[in-house]
């Protein structure tokens, strides 16, 4: 399975945006890139993926690089709700992969007031 | 709906003893998958299953047995607890389209002494 790279921490300030990149250079052209959270003492939940094109759901945005081989989740107003880990996970792409993806260490984002 | 329910919330095994997480799912989503999460640790994938009477191995399967004899429950089995067993358990599901997302539940908290 690809692997992703993710920094392990970092902070931001209450209603400020944040971007959490992640690198995943060996991506192939089947792998979707998958965005998870997981709060404190939860189980993860999903935030958002896209394969090529930028995606934007109501939790954030999804920037992937024209090569694809990085990509940003963007918060666009950080909330104290938001002090997560969040995981960047590549998925091959076709029905019978989303049960198992692999995830990583992820990054875990502290919001300051 | 009340989507993927895991139990017991928490459990403490000794050495040697057995036992059998639960969970099910009432979505009737095809994937279902079992994770562990070790304190500080990312997620490492268990066992998955891909449908009913269908399952595989992941990452760290040694050590747990699972079956899937129906859709809605996936099992998971420690024959002969250890403490490198002990750990946090999730289990999450997904319908089986493309790439569609994982549901987790909120886990069992397993002690091994």
């Known amino acids: 399975d690809a692997k992703t790279t993710q920094p392990n921490s970092m902070e931001s300030n209450e209603e400020e945006p944040v971007h959490l990149p992640c690198n995943h250079s060996?991506?192939?052209?089947?792998?979707?890139i998958h965005w998870y959270r997981q709060l404190p003492s939860q189980g993860p939940e999903y935030v958002i993926h896209?394969?090529?094109s930028n995606v934007n759901n109501r939790m954030a945005s999804l920037a992937i690089a024209e090569d694809r081989k990085s990509s940003t989740l963007i918060l666009h107003r950080a909330t104290l709700r938001d002090a997560a880990v969040y995981y960047c996970?590549?998925?091959?792409?076709?029905?019978?992969?989303?049960?198992?993806?692999?995830f990583g260490q992820g990054t875990t984002l502290q919001v300051k007031p | 709906n009340a989507g993927v329910t895991q139990t017991p919330k928490f459990q403490v095994l000794k050495t040697g003893q057995s036992m059998t997480l639960q969970c099910a799912q009432d979505?009737?989503?095809?994937?279902m998958s079992w994770y562990r999460q070790d304190p500080g640790m990312g997620l490492r994938l268990i066992h998955y299953?891909?449908?009913?009477?269908?399952?595989d191995q992941g990452e760290v399967p040694n050590g747990y047995n699972v079956s899937r004899s129906t859709t809605e429950d996936f099992p998971l089995r420690l024959l002969s607890a250890a403490p490198s067993q002990t750990s946090v358990y999730f289990c999450?599901?997904?319908?089986?389209?493309?790439?569609?997302?994982?549901?987790f539940g909120n886990g069992t908290r397993l002690t091994v002494t």
């Open positions: 060996t991506i192939s052209g089947t792998d979707y």
């Open positions: 896209g394969l090529t």
């Open positions: 996970i590549l998925g091959e792409r076709g029905s019978g992969n989303t049960g198992k993806l692999i």
């Open positions: 999450a599901s997904s319908p089986g389209r493309s790439n569609s997302p994982l549901h």
């Open positions: 299953s891909v449908g009913a009477g269908i399952t």
């Open positions: 979505m009737n989503h095809e994937y």
